[in-house]
Nanobody, 124 residues
Framework: QVQLLESGGGLVQTGGSLRLSCAASGRLFGTYTMAWFRQVPGKERTFVAGRNWDGRRILYADSVKGRFSISRNNANNTVDLQMNSLKPEDTAVYYC?????????????????WGQGTQVTVSS
C-alpha cells in the first residue's frame, strides 16, 4: 500500500514562509492525484491545494490563492506546498492526500490515502 509522509511544519511569524513536503512510498507517485488539506481542532478538514498526476489541472482554495503554491519534485517523489505570507488563520494541521488515476477534486471523500499530518502554527 502506498504511504504518505508530510514534513516541514513548524512555528512561523505572521508574514513568514514554510515549505511542506509530502513524500510517497514506492515508485507509483506519478500516477496519483495529490492534494493538501488542513484541519483546525474541532473543525472540518478543508481543501487547500491539489494537482493531478501529470500537472494538467491545479486547484487552490480561495483563501490561499496567490500565497500558496503546489509543485511536484519528480527526483524526490514528493509534492510540495510552498506557503508564503502566512497568517494566523493558516494555523492548522496540514495533511497530504492522494488518489490513484484520479482528477483533482476538492472533496475530502475523493481521496483514500492520507498522511499523518504536520502542524503549522503562525503567530500573530
Amino acid at each position: 500500500q502506498v504511504q504518505l509522509l508530510e514534513s516541514g511544519g513548524g512555528l512561523v511569524q505572521t508574514g513568514g514562509s514554510l515549505r511542506l513536503s509530502c513524500a510517497a512510498s514506492g515508485r507509483l507517485f506519478g500516477t496519483y492525484t495529490m492534494a493538501w488539506f488542513r484541519q483546525v481542532p474541532g473543525k472540518e478538514r478543508t481543501f487547500v491545494a491539489g494537482r493531478n498526476w501529470d500537472g494538467r489541472r491545479i486547484l487552490y482554495a480561495d483563501s490561499v490563492k496567490g500565497r500558496f503554491s503546489i509543485s511536484r519534485n519528480n527526483a524526490n517523489n514528493t509534492v510540495d506546498l510552498q506557503m508564503n505570507s502566512l497568517k494566523p488563520e493558516d494555523t492548522a494541521v496540514y495533511y497530504c492526500a492522494a488518489e490513484r488515476f484520479s482528477v483533482v477534486d476538492m472533496r475530502e471523500r475523493s481521496y483514500t490515502i492520507w498522511g499523518q499530518g504536520t502542524q503549522v502554527t503562525v503567530s500573530s
